[in-house]
C-alpha cells in the first residue's frame, strides 16, 4: 500500500460550518475546467464520496468538464493476493466513473481518468498487475501514482504515504517503471523539495515516459523549514527550473492548501478568500508557469484535502485570479487542455 493503514492524517479537518462563513461570486465561470487531481475515499477522520464531490462541484458555480482520480489507499480489497488488493481502489473509482457517466447527476464526467496505485517496486512482475489495472478500469486507467515524499524529520513531513528513502533510485522500481513504460501509461509522484533533484535524475533515466510532479514539488513550509520561506522558496524554484529542463515531466499546480506549505490556511478563524489564496500561492504558481510553459503545466483540485483550507469555489477562483494576465490560449491549457492531452480525455 502507498498509505499506511493507521497513518494519522497530517493534513487539515474539513469543517462545514467554518468554510460557510465565507462567500464570494464565482469567476469566468464560461471558463471550461478539467480537475485534474482529487480524492474519493472513506477514511476514519472523514467521507468523501462521489456525491459529496459532485456537492462541491455544483456548488462551486465552475464550468467541471471531466475530472481525474488519484489514488490515495481507498477501497483496497479485504481479501484476496496481498499484491492484488490495490485493484479495489481502481474499481472504486471506476464505479464512481459509471454512475457519473449516466449523465443522471450532472454533466461533469467524474473520475473520467484514473490514475492507480501499484507497488512498482515489485519490479518485473508490476507489468502482470498493471494489466490487471487496465481490464478493471473500464477504459479509463491514466496512469500509475507511487508517492515517494521522504524526510529524515518527522516534523517536516505532510503526507499519509510512508515510503522508504530513495525509492525513485531503487533497481526493483526501476524495473516496475519499465514495465509501465509499456503500458504506455504516464507516472506520477509526490515528493518534497529536498527531493527535486531525485525526480530530475528520475526523468533523465527515462526520457520516454511522461512524469508528473504533483502539487508543485512540495516545498514544505512546517517543521525545520518554518519561517524559512525565503530560503525555502529559492531552493525550491532552482530545482524546479532544473527539472523543467527534461521535456517529458509535467508539473501539477495543486496541493497549495495543504498544511505541509506553513501558510496556515486551515487554522485561520475564517477562511480564507480567493484573494488571500491567490496572494500566497500566485510565487509558486507563476514560477511553474515560467519554468514548464502552460502546456506543460495542469490545475487540480487535490479536494477533499484542501477542501480543509478553502471552499472549492474559493480554489478556483484563486487559480483563475493568479493567471489573469494570461493568453486564452495559456488560460485554456491550464484549466483543461495539458489534462486532456496528459490524460486522453475528452472534455
Same mark, same amino acid.
Given at each position: 500500500?502507498?498509505?499506511?493503514?493507521?497513518?494519522?492524517?497530517?493534513?487539515?479537518?474539513?469543517?462545514?460550518?467554518?468554510?460557510?462563513?465565507?462567500?464570494?461570486?464565482?469567476?469566468?465561470?464560461?471558463?471550461?475546467?478539467?480537475?485534474?487531481?482529487?480524492?474519493?475515499?472513506?477514511?476514519?477522520?472523514?467521507?468523501?464520496?462521489?456525491?459529496?464531490?459532485?456537492?462541491?462541484?455544483?456548488?462551486?458555480?465552475?464550468?467541471?468538464?471531466?475530472?481525474?482520480?488519484?489514488?490515495?489507499?481507498?477501497?483496497?480489497?479485504?481479501?484476496?493476493?496481498?499484491?492484488?488488493?490495490?485493484?479495489?481502489?481502481?474499481?472504486?473509482?471506476? %464505479?464512481?466513473?459509471?454512475?457519473?457517466?449516466?449523465?443522471?447527476? %450532472?454533466?461533469?464526467?467524474?473520475?473520467?481518468?484514473?490514475?492507480?496505485?501499484?507497488?512498482?517496486?515489485?519490479?518485473?512482475?508490476?507489468?502482470?498487475?498493471?494489466?490487471?489495472?487496465?481490464?478493471?478500469?473500464?477504459?479509463?486507467?491514466?496512469?500509475?501514482?507511487?508517492?515517494?515524499?521522504?524526510?529524515?524529520?518527522?516534523?517536516?513531513?505532510?503526507?499519509?504515504?510512508?515510503?522508504?528513502?530513495?525509492?525513485?533510485?531503487?533497481?526493483?522500481?526501476?524495473? %516496475?517503471?519499465?514495465?509501465?513504460?509499456?503500458?504506455?501509461?504516464?507516472?506520477?509522484?509526490?515528493?518534497?523539495?529536498?527531493?527535486?533533484?531525485?525526480?530530475?535524475?528520475?526523468?533523465?533515466?527515462?526520457?520516454?515516459?511522461?512524469?508528473?510532479?504533483?502539487?508543485?514539488?512540495?516545498?514544505?513550509?512546517?517543521?525545520?523549514? *518554518?519561517?524559512?520561506?525565503?530560503?525555502?522558496?529559492?531552493?525550491?524554484?532552482?530545482?524546479?527550473?532544473? !527539472?523543467?529542463?527534461?521535456?517529458?515531466?509535467?508539473?501539477? !499546480?495543486?496541493?497549495?492548501?495543504?498544511?505541509?506549505?506553513?501558510?496556515?490556511?486551515?487554522?485561520?478563524?475564517?477562511?480564507?478568500?480567493?484573494?488571500?489564496?491567490?496572494?500566497?500561492?500566485?510565487?509558486?504558481?507563476?514560477?511553474?508557469?515560467? *519554468?514548464?510553459?502552460?502546456?506543460? @503545466?495542469?490545475?487540480?483540485?487535490?479536494?477533499?484535502?484542501?477542501?480543509?483550507? @478553502?471552499?472549492?469555489?474559493?480554489?478556483?477562483?484563486?487559480?483563475?485570479?493568479?493567471?489573469?494576465?494570461?493568453?486564452?490560449?495559456?488560460?485554456?491549457?491550464?484549466?483543461?487542455?495539458?489534462?486532456?492531452?496528459?490524460?486522453?480525455?475528452?472534455?
Amino acid at each position: 500500500m502507498s498509505i499506511a493503514p493507521d497513518a494519522v492524517s497530517p493534513h487539515f479537518a474539513v469543517r462545514p460550518d467554518w468554510l460557510a462563513l465565507r462567500d464570494e461570486p464565482v469567476l469566468a465561470p464560461e471558463l471550461p475546467i478539467v480537475d485534474a487531481h482529487h480524492h474519493l475515499w472513506d477514511r476514519p477522520e472523514s467521507r468523501y464520496f462521489l456525491f459529496d464531490f459532485l456537492d462541491d462541484v455544483k456548488d462551486s458555480g465552475h464550468d467541471i468538464r471531466a475530472t481525474v482520480f488519484m489514488e490515495c489507499g481507498a477501497m483496497y480489497r479485504k481479501t484476496g493476493p496481498s499484491d492484488l488488493r490495490e485493484l479495489g481502489e481502481t474499481e472504486f473509482a471506476n %464505479g464512481a466513473a459509471a454512475i457519473s457517466a449516466s449523465g443522471a447527476y %450532472g454533466s461533469a464526467r467524474v473520475c473520467d481518468g484514473i490514475v492507480g496505485f501499484c507497488d512498482l517496486r515489485r519490479g518485473d512482475k508490476a507489468a502482470a498487475i498493471i494489466e490487471r489495472h487496465v481490464a478493471v478500469a473500464g477504459g479509463r486507467l491514466r496512469g500509475l501514482r507511487y508517492i515517494a515524499a521522504w524526510h529524515q524529520d518527522p516534523a517536516a513531513r505532510g503526507s499519509m504515504a510512508t515510503p522508504p528513502p530513495g525509492l525513485l533510485a531503487e533497481p526493483g522500481f526501476r524495473r %516496475g517503471l519499465s514495465a509501465l513504460q509499456q503500458f504506455e501509461l504516464p507516472f506520477e509522484t509526490f515528493v518534497y523539495h529536498t527531493q527535486i533533484d531525485e525526480v530530475t535524475a528520475l526523468a533523465e533515466a527515462f526520457p520516454d515516459l511522461p512524469i508528473v510532479l504533483n502539487h508543485v514539488g512540495g516545498a514544505i513550509g512546517i517543521g525545520p523549514y *518554518a519561517g524559512q520561506r525565503d530560503a525555502v522558496f529559492q531552493h525550491w524554484s532552482a530545482g524546479m527550473r532544473a !527539472l523543467a529542463s527534461q521535456p517529458n515531466v509535467r508539473v501539477k !499546480l495543486t496541493g497549495l492548501g495543504m498544511r505541509m506549505f506553513g501558510f496556515g490556511l486551515g487554522d485561520r478563524a475564517t477562511p480564507p478568500s480567493s484573494q488571500e489564496l491567490a496572494a500566497a500561492w500566485s510565487p509558486y504558481v507563476l514560477t511553474c508557469i515560467e *519554468a514548464f510553459g502552460a502546456e506543460r @503545466c495542469l490545475f487540480g483540485s487535490n479536494f477533499p484535502v484542501d477542501k480543509g483550507a @478553502c471552499s472549492y469555489r474559493a480554489l478556483w477562483n484563486a487559480f483563475k485570479r493568479i493567471t489573469a494576465g494570461a493568453s486564452a490560449a495559456e488560460k485554456t491549457a491550464l484549466f483543461s487542455g495539458t489534462a486532456e492531452a496528459l490524460y486522453r480525455l475528452n472534455a
